[in-house]
C-alpha cells in the first residue's frame, strides 16, 4: 500500500485523528507523482528552469528536494511577475512560480485531500478533484427535474 493510501485509510478509519506533522509523508514517490502533475509547457519562474530541465537530472532534485523540506530547509522562490493585457486595455499582474516550488504545492495538495476528502459532503463540488461546476449543474438539473 502506498504511502498516500496509507494516509487515506486513517483519514476514513478515524475522522477525529489529527495529522500533527507531515513531512515524513513528503516520499520520493509523492514528489515524483506531483512532478508528473505539472503542466509541462508551463512558463519558467525566476530560476530559468523548465520542466524538461528540471526532468534531466528528476531523481537527484527529487532527493535533494527531499531532503530539503524533511530537515526544514526548503525555502520557495521569489515569483516571478509578469503582466497580461487585460481586455480593457489595463494590466493583470500574474505571478509565475518556479518547477520545484510548483511541485511541492502539488505534493500539499495532494497530502490534503487525501486527509479532508473524507470530511466533505457528497453534495460539495467545489475545489474538489474529479468534481467540477458542471457536475454540480447536471445534478441540480436533475433534481429539479426529478421534482417535476
Known amino acids: 500500500m502506498s504511502e498516500i493510501a ?10 477525529q ?6 513531512m515524513h509523508h513528503f516520499t520520493l514517490g509523492l514528489l ?7 503542466k ?7 530560476d530559468g528552469v523548465s520542466w524538461y530541465s528540471y526532468q534531466e537530472e528528476l531523481e537527484v532534485r527529487l ?3 527531499q531532503s530539503r523540506i524533511q ?3 526548503y525555502k520557495p522562490k521569489p515569483a516571478r511577475r509578469v503582466y497580461i493585457p487585460k481586455g480593457n486595455g489595463e494590466q493583470r499582474p500574474l505571478s509565475i512560480q518556479c518547477v520545484e516550488d510548483k511541485l511541492v504545492q ?3 495538495v495532494t497530502l490534503l485531500n487525501e486527509i479532508y476528502e473524507t470530511d466533505f459532503k457528497g ?3 467545489g475545489f474538489r478533484s474529479a468534481r467540477s461546476q458542471h457536475d454540480a449543474l447536471d445534478v441540480l438539473t436533475y433534481g429539479i427535474c426529478k421534482r417535476k
Open 17 to 22: 485523528q489529527s495529522f500533527t506533522a507531515l
Open 123 to 125: 453534495f460539495s463540488y
Open 32 to 38: 515524483r507523482q506531483s512532478f508528473y502533475k505539472l
Open 106 to 108: 502539488q505534493a500539499v
Open 71 to 73: 530537515q526544514g530547509r
Open 6 to 15: 496509507c494516509v487515506r485509510q486513517i483519514a476514513n478509519k478515524d475522522r
Open 40 to 46: 509541462r509547457q508551463a512558463a519558467k519562474g525566476v
Open 63 to 65: 532527493l535533494d528536494l
